[in-house]
């Protein structure tokens, strides 16, 4: 069964700083994707990334950037000077094919809210 | 292109009533995945639909929860005799394909029940 971990329930930092969330993922299939999504206060779910599993470039986007690492199984994000509207929960989540099916879900990490004070 | 629109936003029903979740997906898109996120977790998988067929409703309760997708229409997520335990943040996203790869979230529903 596929499994996403978030370690960190709750991350406070003050604003500027550099930001780590940790992601570990389990899984037994060879081809499969990763996301993050961002969750702000006001509730609805914002994708940021995905990564299908051939692909373990890193990427930086802007202040984000996601560190692949398939040898560990994690995909960590880092948020580069941070800002208070970096405020939110974010959740890391693990898409796998059904056998025979065809189709995929995911499966969602706990989420890690992070607090970014002025 | 509208992305995928979830109606209403904030839902409050008293203990026993009936609620009535509405999903509409992307336009082209035929695939329909409803998510449930309880206070103080991740979200969980609750049902997949396609056009007028239920594919996998694995993570749905067995009873008081029912979904539909009909040939018209948006999809439907139905919960009869609320209680407390109920009340969550309820997500459909939609994709133009099987595989959840290209998955659109809607903004949620947010039920209460008093």
């Known amino acids: 069964a596929q499994k996403v971990t978030q370690a960190q329930t709750e991350i406070s930092v003050v604003e500027k700083e550099d930001v780590t969330l940790d992601c570990v993922y389990e899984?037994?299939?060879?081809?499969?994707?990763l996301f993050w999504y961002k969750q702000p206060p006001s509730g609805e779910l914002v994708f940021l990334i995905r990564?299908?599993?051939?692909?373990?470039q890193n990427e930086i986007s802007g202040r984000y950037s996601w560190n692949f690492q398939k040898s560990t199984s994690s995909f960590n994000f880092t948020i580069t000077a941070s800002q208070v509207v970096d405020s939110a929960v974010y959740f890391c989540?693990?898409?796998?094919?059904?056998?025979?099916?065809?189709?995929?879900?995911?499966?969602f990490g706990k989420g890690t809210m992070l607090l970014v004070s002025p | 292109n509208a992305g995928v629109m979830q109606n209403p936003r904030h839902l409050v029903r008293r203990r026993g009533q009936e609620a009535r979740l509405r999903c509409s997906p992307m336009?082209?898109?035929?695939?329909v995945y409803w998510y449930r996120q309880l206070p103080e977790e991740g979200l969980k998988f609750m049902v997949y639909?396609?056009?007028?067929?239920?594919?996998?409703e694995s993570g749905m309760p067995k009873e008081r929860f029912s979904a539909e997708f009909p040939k018209e229409g948006p999809s439907i997520l139905r919960i009869q005799q609320v209680v407390r335990g109920d009340s969550a943040a309820y997500f459909c996203?939609?994709?133009?394909?099987?595989?959840?790869?290209?998955?659109?979230f809607g903004s949620g529903t947010r039920l209460t029940v008093v």
């Open positions: 996203a939609s994709s133009p394909q099987k595989t959840g790869n290209g998955y659109t």
């Open positions: 899984t037994r299939d060879t081809t499969y994707y």
């Open positions: 990564r299908n599993s051939f692909d373990e």
């Open positions: 989540a693990l898409s796998e094919v059904a056998m025979n099916s065809g189709y995929s879900t995911l499966t």
């Open positions: 336009k082209g898109h035929s695939h």
């Open positions: 639909l396609q056009k007028e067929n239920i594919i996998d």
